[in-house]
């Protein structure tokens, strides 16, 4: 009897030990999965951030980015002249008064010349003037004379103040030559000229363009340019990448050869990763109520349940989510996410092996 009581002693503590064990799985299971940023960038792991948007139908059409033309700056000299100094090439990054060149005209030098000589005349002019200003109150000189030098003094500063003013609206003058500066800050994607050019006003020396944002034009059918409306946010797929813009335009014209619509999307192109004259394509969402939306290779099934990986300061968290639809690619997520938390959409499959290591194994890989 005594036997019998302390085996059955020993089967309720390993009942409760194993009751124990399960609990402590399960809380393993809810454990975030610790990775660094630096494992994350070598494992390529690419975020989506959870926004609203409407869920309704999708539209996917061919587009081409072009330059921003409110950012793109040409560079002409405004005298004819020798190019001295060069100071920047093509391809470098330029600000916004930059120096890039320094010309050398004749005729700048000239008007030099006239400006000094004009200077000394009217220095000379205020002397004889505020002379005979003193005579005069003396009563030494008569009025005439006074009022001669006067006139003669206010001509000459006329004179030198517009011929100073001329001179300063070609821009600075440096040592005889005129300094070059760029208009706007941005890449210098062309140059065309070298040191001892000659040039005039109709040369151009510099193309400098500012590529942070990007136009980017897609050819919508007719129904689907209906149902499009300036101000909705929309997506460029680039090489893989998605980039997030905004239709500021749409045409007012079909073209006649193609039936389609011009629609005009601008994006930020923070990663340079937009280039003129590259073929893209747009993804524009129309109509339909806002709805948290990501994109379906965010999703992995763990237990039947579909989980998404969202990311936090010491890695990701595996979440379950409820989805109510399914739109082109994107899916409704009615609960467990918050608009602007990130979640993966690449490298999933590797963060459920993760998870599932810690599930079957109990520690983690």
Same mark, same amino acid.
């Given at each position: 009897?005594?036997?019998?009581?302390?085996?059955?002693?020993?089967?309720?503590?390993?009942?409760?030990?194993?009751?124990?064990?399960?609990?402590?799985?399960?809380?393993?299971?809810?454990?975030?999965?610790?990775?660094?940023?630096?494992?994350?960038?070598?494992?390529?792991?690419?975020?989506?951030?959870?926004?609203?948007?409407?869920?309704?139908?999708?539209?996917?059409?061919?587009?081409?980015?072009?330059?921003?033309?409110?950012?793109?700056?040409?560079?002409?000299?405004?005298?004819?002249?020798?190019?001295?100094?060069?100071?920047?090439?093509?391809?470098?990054?330029?600000?916004?008064?930059?120096?890039?060149?320094?010309?050398?005209?004749?005729?700048?030098?000239?008007?030099?010349?006239?400006?000094?000589?004009?200077?000394?005349?009217?220095?000379?002019?205020?002397?004889?003037?505020?002379?005979?200003?003193?005579?005069?109150?003396?009563?030494?000189?008569?009025?005439?004379?006074?009022?001669?030098?006067? !006139?003669?003094?206010?001509?000459?500063? &006329?004179?030198?103040? *517009? =011929?100073?003013?001329?001179?300063?609206?070609?821009? +600075? /003058?440096?040592?005889?030559?005129?300094?070059?500066?760029?208009?706007?800050?941005?890449?210098?994607?062309?140059?065309?000229?070298?040191?001892?050019?000659?040039?005039?006003?109709?040369r151009r020396l510099f193309s400098?363009?500012?590529?942070?944002?990007?136009?980017?034009?897609?050819?919508?059918?007719?129904?689907?340019?209906?149902?499009?409306?300036?101000?909705?946010?929309?997506?460029v797929l680039a090489n893989g990448?998605?980039?997030?813009?905004?239709?500021?335009?749409?045409?007012?014209?079909?073209?006649?050869?193609?039936?389609?619509?011009?629609?005009?999307?601008?994006?930020?192109?923070?990663?340079?990763?937009?280039?003129?004259?590259?073929? !893209?394509?747009?993804?524009?969402?129309? &109509?339909?109520?806002? *709805? =948290?939306?990501?994109?379906?290779?965010?999703?992995? +099934? /763990?237990?039947?349940?579909?989980?998404?990986?969202?990311?936090?300061?010491?890695?990701?968290?595996?979440r379950t989510v409820h989805i109510?639809?399914?739109?082109?690619?994107?899916?409704?997520?009615?609960?467990?996410?918050?608009?602007?938390?990130?979640?993966?959409?690449?490298?999933?499959?590797?963060?459920?092996?993760?998870?599932?290591?810690?599930?079957?194994?109990?520690?983690?890989?």
């Amino acid at each position: 009897m005594r036997r019998l009581l302390v085996a059955g002693l020993l089967l309720c503590s390993l009942s409760f030990a194993g009751e124990g064990h399960e609990h402590e799985h399960k809380k393993e299971h809810e454990e975030e999965i610790h990775m660094t940023e630096d494992h994350i960038k070598q494992l390529g792991i690419k975020l989506y951030t959870v926004r609203k948007q409407p869920a309704g139908r999708l539209i996917k059409i061919p587009a081409e980015v072009e330059e921003n033309p409110l950012l793109s700056y040409e560079i002409y000299s405004p005298v004819e002249g020798i190019i001295r100094k060069l100071y920047v090439k093509e391809g470098d990054f330029v600000k916004k008064g930059q120096v890039l060149a320094e010309i050398y005209s004749p005729e700048l030098a000239d008007l030099i010349g006239e400006v000094q000589m004009a200077k000394v005349r009217m220095e000379s002019a205020k002397k004889v003037y505020e002379r005979d200003k003193e005579l005069y109150s003396q009563k030494v000189i008569p009025y005439t004379r006074y009022f001669t030098s006067m !006139v003669e003094y206010e001509r000459a500063k &006329g004179e030198y103040t *517009a =011929l100073s003013e001329r001179l300063k609206s070609y821009g +600075e /003058i440096r040592n005889y030559n005129l300094l070059i500066r760029s208009p706007g800050t941005g890449y210098v994607v062309e140059q065309n000229v070298v040191l001892g050019d000659s040039v005039g006003l109709d040369r151009r020396l510099f193309s400098v363009h500012h590529h942070e944002i990007m136009w980017v034009y897609g050819w919508a059918d007719e129904r689907s340019a209906r149902e499009i409306r300036e101000g909705i946010r929309a997506t460029v797929l680039a090489n893989g990448e998605e980039i997030p813009c905004k239709v500021d335009y749409i045409g007012h014209e079909v073209d006649i050869k193609t039936r389609r619509v011009k629609i005009r999307c601008v994006a930020k192109n923070r990663k340079h990763l937009l280039k003129p004259g590259m073929f !893209v394509s747009l993804m524009i969402r129309t &109509g339909g109520r806002k *709805a =948290l939306m990501i994109p379906k290779r965010a999703i992995q +099934e /763990i237990e039947g349940k579909p989980v998404v990986f969202v990311r936090t300061d010491e890695g990701f968290e595996p979440r379950t989510v409820h989805i109510s639809k399914e739109l082109n690619g994107y899916v409704v997520i009615e609960e467990g996410l918050k608009e602007g938390e990130k979640v993966a959409i690449s490298g999933t499959v590797f963060l459920k092996t993760k998870l599932v290591g810690v599930e079957e194994g109990g520690h983690a890989h």
